[in-house]
């Protein structure tokens, strides 16, 4: 590439920066450390969902027993994963009812007592759905806040929840959000859809009967626009009358949704949809119609809507599961950041990393003279393109983050250093200075390329499994990385170019002569199998310590690495 065109390049990505990230203040994602505001750490409560589950289906066998009048003496819940029938006269009834109700449980019989319990495989799935199912109620809810930039997530343990929220210093208020109650409604349609809400208002002539209502849709017309719908004031179903709702099919094996209604909203329920089959049934979640399906028969205590696709499917079991949280909450761990914490932290951060670039400043023009100038230019844009970057895609910026930004600097120096130190050595050898870039470019570019794909490895395994703010830190190391390549690489070497320009037959550049370790004589090699036994030595104590302490932990029970585990976190 000519060097105007690079030229016309660099100016365009330093433009393109400097618009992403105007105004600064309003670009940056700032973290909760930054920011300040509140972090809360939720543990669901997933035995509790285990025994709703596991109570639902003992009560669905006893019904289903008693009114195929089969003789047994009890129905007992024994734990969250088990239940048993005891004294069953006819077996073959009993299996044709577990089949039905509690086919997902695994049956043993001793003595006249037939054991259900949910195998270990099922229970993991149900614990991980009931956390998920948690997670988008909280998102939800928390919305409801109008906190910018807030994060739900989950967390180390597998059941539990990280919600921060920058900007918001009242934990109370917080905690009383996220256990607030969703509006869930199921409600006939009466027409729809329609384009607008005047569109709809204008098909009763403007003048809409009181017992309906026009409502938002999330479904999106051809045009975008979002379609709107005329339906029933009067609920047919309620969140709080749902039992559970599941994903199933039906007798074309094609997507459907079934659900289970508590005993007092079943005969209502019954008497409504026999009277409206083939009618479409609106899933409405806080005044806004998430999903239409079709009414296909009458609907006692259990029922299937049908007409929906496979992530319609998905979509209208999280909503109907989600009027109401699937287990309880624990508050594991609230902290509050204050504001002007916040503001410390950014001031202290910016701080270093300009002291750091002064520092870096004075020993670059002191050693490598005006080519400690293209070194300069080299890391603030890089500094430039990182904010940038994380103002676009965008990255949460934290503590840990701006560590990486100082590390950022350094990485930078140390690119420029090595291809300075380069070009010292072509000096020595080659005709003139342009050759001597060109040369010190061409064979420093691999060393380049080594160094950073080796950190890039530490910054993605950092992220994969690091928590919260070490994902924050690798997130910006591996930027800074990737932007350093092409400062380092493609902006310093054009400014080299340009600065050669002018005078193409010089022999010299001004990038110092002193060499701190010129006239040292070390044979390295003479200590090569030295150093490489002890390095096996190392790494060989390193992996029987981890051997250890795994073979250790795999004795020591579930409860006590729970205790273990959060013990040492909250540390």
Do not use: C
Not at 278 to 297: G, K, P
């Amino acid at each position: 590439m000519r060097t105007r065109n690079r030229v016309l390049v660099i100016i365009g990505v330093i433009a393109l920066s400097l618009w992403t990230i105007y105004p600064l203040g309003n670009s940056l994602r700032l973290g909760l450390d930054l920011n300040g505001g509140v972090q809360l750490v939720l543990r669901v409560k997933t035995d509790d969902a285990l025994l709703l589950q596991t109570r639902a289906a003992a009560e669905q066998l006893r019904t289903t027993l008693t009114e195929a009048r089969v003789q047994f003496s009890a129905v007992d819940v024994v734990s969250a994963t088990e239940f048993r029938v005891d004294a069953v006269e006819d077996e073959i009834a009993l299996r044709r009812a577990a089949d039905e109700s509690a086919s997902i449980y695994e049956r043993t019989s001793s003595g006249g007592t037939h054991t259900f319990r949910l195998p270990p495989a099922a229970a993991a799935t149900l614990r991980d759905d009931v956390v998920e199912q948690a997670l988008r109620i909280i998102d939800r809810r928390v919305n409801e806040l109008g906190v910018a930039e807030a994060e739900i997530a989950r967390y180390t343990a597998a059941d539990q929840i990280l919600v921060q929220l920058p900007g918001v210093s009242d934990v109370d208020g917080a905690k009383q959000t996220i256990r607030s109650t969703a509006q869930l409604r199921l409600t006939l349609v009466d027409r729809g859809p329609f384009p607008s809400r005047d569109a709809a208002l204008l098909a009763y002539n403007k003048a809409l009967p009181s017992n309906l209502e026009v409502l938002s849709g999330s479904a999106r017309l051809e045009a975008g626009n979002p379609a709107y719908y005329v339906v029933d004031r009067a609920p047919a179903l309620t969140g709080s009358d749902l039992r559970s709702a599941r994903q199933t099919v039906d007798e074309f094996n094609r997507p459907a949704v079934g659900f289970t209604l508590k005993p007092g909203a079943a005969e209502r329920f019954g008497e409504l949809t026999g009277r409206n089959i083939n009618r479409l049934l609106a899933t409405v979640l806080d005044d806004r119609v998430m999903s239409i399906a079709t009414i296909e028969s009458r609907i006692d205590d259990q029922g299937r809507i049908v007409g929906v696709s496979r992530e319609e499917m998905i979509e209208q079991v999280i909503n109907l599961n989600s009027g109401a949280l699937p287990a309880d909450l624990e508050y594991v761990e609230e902290r509050t950041v204050s504001a002007s914490l916040g503001e410390a932290s950014i001031r202290a951060g910016v701080l270093a990393s300009l002291g750091g670039l002064g520092l870096v400043l004075v020993f670059m023009l002191s050693y490598y003279r005006l080519a400690g100038v293209n070194a300069l230019i080299s890391v603030v844009l890089n500094l430039v393109i990182l904010l940038a970057f994380m103002a676009y895609i965008p990255v949460t910026l934290t503590l840990p983050g701006i560590a990486g930004l100082i590390l950022t600097i350094g990485m930078g120096v140390d690119s420029n250093v090595l291809i300075f130190e380069r070009i010292k050595e072509e000096l020595a050898t080659v005709g003139g200075a342009r050759a001597a870039v060109k040369a010190a470019f061409a064979r420093v570019w691999l060393t380049i390329v080594d160094t950073h794909v080796t950190s890039l490895i530490a910054a993605a395994l950092l992220y994969q499994f690091g928590t919260t703010p070490i994902r924050g830190f690798a997130t910006t190391l591996a930027i800074g990385l990737l932007a350093n390549v092409f400062t380092a690489v493609f902006v310093s070497r054009t400014m080299f170019e340009v600065a050669l320009r002018r005078r193409p037959a010089s022999r010299t550049l001004s990038i110092g002569n002193a060499q701190l370790f010129g006239s040292a004589r070390a044979n390295f090699t003479r200590w090569r199998w030295h150093a490489l036994l002890l390095s096996l030595v190392v790494v060989g104590a390193g992996l029987l310590t981890v051997l250890a302490r795994v073979s250790r932990w795999g004795s020591i029970s579930p409860a006590a690495r729970w205790w273990w585990w959060n013990s040492h976190r909250m540390a």
